[in-house]
Structures are given as structure tokens and as C-alpha cells.
């Protein structure tokens, strides 16, 4: 019987329409001769659906008309159970619809990659690809993710961070903070968002306050970085665990302004463009050896120092002005998973999607061999419960 494969993609996040491409792109990589594909739909709702109808991009052009097409799953959250359960049963028929053996989540930014939907899958137990719930969830907060990185000798841009609630009560000495420790200008920033949403540059006082208020719609935590003006941004993907990885090529991704937008990212800088591929780069990127060997090191030290898992892609900055390079930001589940990378480093989208499965497998294996409770019962050992009692009155 062949493997089947969850893929499960959508969400609750900003990057909802991004994942659905990203995951279109790997479902049809996947190789059909090995694997049983079962896509699973997540809405902007938070219901999950699953059918033939989400395997076909052009349906999400209309929403509410696709999920007349598929049928609404779940899972229940009991360990060792990877049935996929019909919400509405049939009457004559098994509540269950199919039993995955694997996940691979393709899901980006707020509630997907940041440890909830990781979560998730660690209490059933299945086997998935990706980072685990800390990783993930250290990966997506770029303030929690600099601090690792600090601690590690990874080297960051200065950075000043704070709450929304602390921003609007503290305003003024949180202004003289980022003045005085940054200066301008400065790039703000959502501490959990991807896909440079809710990114904005400043200059001034005027624009600061500007850009934090912007910010702050999206996200509790906020933080202000060092704009390093004459800028060069690099990406590379690393593929495998914290113990044994490697490296793809470097990219360049061409901007069409001051910072990487959205529309630089996704579209191509035009409509008719799809997905993280189809944003304009150099790839590989026109770099002195020493570089690109210090990139790759570097994108491997912070995949390795967070504990990541399976493909992930770090985006570092080079300040042209003296040389140094910095770390910006991991993205956990990249965009269309960089395959393109994999790709011009000599791996094939479908061997990258076996990688993907082979170590999802792998990490269960291992994982299996862990202690984690004792074969001890200490009800039975006569000594009752401190603080508390036993028994129903």
C-alpha cells in the first residue's frame, strides 16, 4: 500500500492564500507512484475540509462554491489516532473518511506556523514534517528568534521591541529608546507575521509613530530594527534536522522599492504571477565564494541553534557599506517550500517532497525510543497524596 500523505494547508493567517498556493505547488510534485495524497483544507473560519476539488488552483477563485465540492473533516485529538472523521457521518457508513500516515504542513504565518497547528499534530502522535511546537514557535517571533540568535553568537541588527499595550502607555520613552539606541532610520515590524505584512520603513518621529500604529493592528508584540541603508538581501534554504543538514544555493530577491513587499514576494510585481517562485531573483546569487560560504553557515547555524526540522529558509542582510552580514529572519514553512533553490542546488521538487516524508518518518523513529512516563503507579504506594484527597464523598 502506498504512503498517505496529509498535506494540510489554509488557516487562520494573514499568508492563508500564499499557503494554498505553496501547497498546490507540492501536491502536485509529489510523487503519485509512492504516495497517496489526501489534501486538507483549512478555512479562514478554522473548519478543516478535504476532496478531490482542492487539488485544482482555479477553485479558490470562488470560495464559497468549492466547499459545496468537499466534505468538512477533523481529527481527534487522541494520540496514536490519524483517522481523518467525517463531520457530517453518512448513515450506513464509517465516520471515518481515510487514515493518514504522514503530514506535511503548508501553512504560513499566525496560527499555522507558529507552533499552535505543530501542536496539534504532536498530540495525536502522527508523523509530520517541519519544525516541532518550540521551533516553530521561536522561528516565526522575530523577537524571541534574535534573542536565540544573540545568545549564540549569530550576529543580528540592534533591535528594540515592546507590546502594544506598552506602546500606548509608553509611548514617549519608547520613542526616545529606538531614537537613541537606533536612530533613524528604522524598519517596524509585526513580531509574528510573514510575508512583509504589516512591514513599514521610518525616518522620522512622524513616520515611527505611524508605522508602530500600523503594526500593531496585526500583532501584541512589536519590534523596531536598524535599517542597514545600503542593503543587500540574500536568502538560503537548509534541508534536513538540527543534526545532519544542508545547504542550498544562495538567492537574490530583486525589490521594487525600499523593502521586499508583498506584491515583490508573491506576484512577481505583477498579477498574473503565483507564488514565492515567481518573485524576480538571482539565483544562485552573484557573490564572492567566501560569502556565499558564510551565508550558508550562517543560514545552517540558525537552523541548527533553533532546533529546526525539515526545510526551512533564512533571509540574511549584507551592509554593503563594511561587509558584515546578518541574520533577519527563519521562515519555518517558506513560501512554495523553496523548492526553486533545491532545484538549482541538483534536488528535484519530488525527491525534495520524499526528503520531506523520509524525515517526518525518521524523527517518529527516534522520538519512539524516548522515555516519557514511568511504569510506576504511585497510588499504590500507601503514602496518599499530599495536599489534596482521594476518593468521592
Known amino acids: ?72 473533516v477533523y481529527m481527534a485529538p487522541q494520540y496514536g489516532d490519524y483517522n481523518l472523521y467525517r463531520v457530517k457521518k453518512p448513515m450506513f457508513s464509517s465516520a471515518v473518511l481515510t487514515t493518514l500516515d504522514v503530514v506535511i504542513p503548508v501553512l504560513h504565518g499566525t496560527n499555522c506556523e507558529d507552533g499552535i497547528f505543530e501542536g496539534v499534530l504532536e498530540t495525536i502522535g502522527i508523523p509530520y514534517a517541519g519544525c516541532n511546537t518550540l521551533s516553530s514557535a521561536n522561528g516565526m517571533d522575530k523577537i524571541t528568534m534574535k534573542m536565540i540568535l544573540q545568545a549564540c553568537d549569530i550576529p543580528v541588527v540592534d533591535y528594540v521591541w515592546f507590546t502594544d499595550k506598552q506602546w500606548f502607555s509608553q509611548r514617549d520613552a519608547l520613542i526616545e529608546k529606538i531614537e537613541s539606541k537606533l536612530g533613524y532610520p528604522v524598519i517596524v515590524k509585526p513580531a509574528n507575521l510573514g510575508s512583509s505584512v504589516g512591514i513599514g520603513r521610518a525616518v522620522n518621529r512622524e513616520q515611527l509613530i505611524e508605522k508602530i500604529d500600523g503594526a500593531e493592528i496585526y500583532s501584541t508584540r512589536i519590534i523596531v530594527e536598524h535599517m542597514v541603508e545600503e542593503l543587500q538581501e540574500i536568502n538560503c534554504s537548509v534541508l534536513g534536522d538540527c543534526d545532519e543538514y544542508r545547504t542550498s544555493v544562495c538567492e537574490e530577491p530583486i525589490k521594487s522599492g525600499e523593502i521586499l513587499s508583498y506584491e515583490d514576494k508573491y506576484m512577481g510585481g505583477s498579477k498574473g504571477a503565483k507564488g514565492m517562485q515567481a518573485s ?39 551592509d554593503r557599506s563594511n561587509g558584515n552580514i546578518y541574520v533577519n529572519e527563519i521562515n519555518t514553512i517558506p513560501g512554495s517550500l523553496s523548492f526553486y533553490l533545491w532545484e538549482a542546488t541538483g534536488i528535484p521538487f519530488d525527491k525534495l517532497m520524499d526528503t520531506l516524508v523520509d524525515l517526518a518518518l525518521k524523527r517518529k523513529r527516534e522520538s519512539g525510543m524516548k522515555t516519557v512516563s514511568y511504569d510506576h503507579n504511585i497510588f499504590n504506594l500507601g503514602a496518599g497524596v499530599k495536599g489534596g484527597k482521594l476518593g468521592v464523598k
Request: net charge neutral; aromatic share 8%; charged share 25%.
Open 1 to 72: 500500500m502506498k504512503t498517505n500523505v496529509g498535506v494540510f494547508f489554509g488557516g487562520r493567517s494573514t499568508e492563508h492564500e500564499i499557503s494554498v498556493i505553496s501547497a498546490s505547488q507540492a501536491m502536485s510534485a509529489i510523487n503519485k507512484d509512492k504516495y497517496d495524497v489526501t489534501p486538507i483544507y483549512i478555512s479562514k473560519q478554522g473548519k478543516w475540509y478535504t476532496g478531490e476539488a482542492l487539488l485544482d488552483i482555479a477553485n479558490y477563485k470562488d470560495i464559497p462554491s468549492l466547499l459545496k465540492k468537499v466534505e468538512e
Open 280 to 318: 524576480q531573483k538571482r539565483i544562485p546569487a552573484e557573490l564572492p565564494d567566501e560569502v556565499t560560504k558564510r551565508i550558508q553557515f550562517l543560514a545552517g547555524e540558525t537552523f541548527r541553534v533553533l532546533s529546526c526540522h525539515g526545510v526551512s529558509r533564512v533571509d540574511v542582510i549584507i
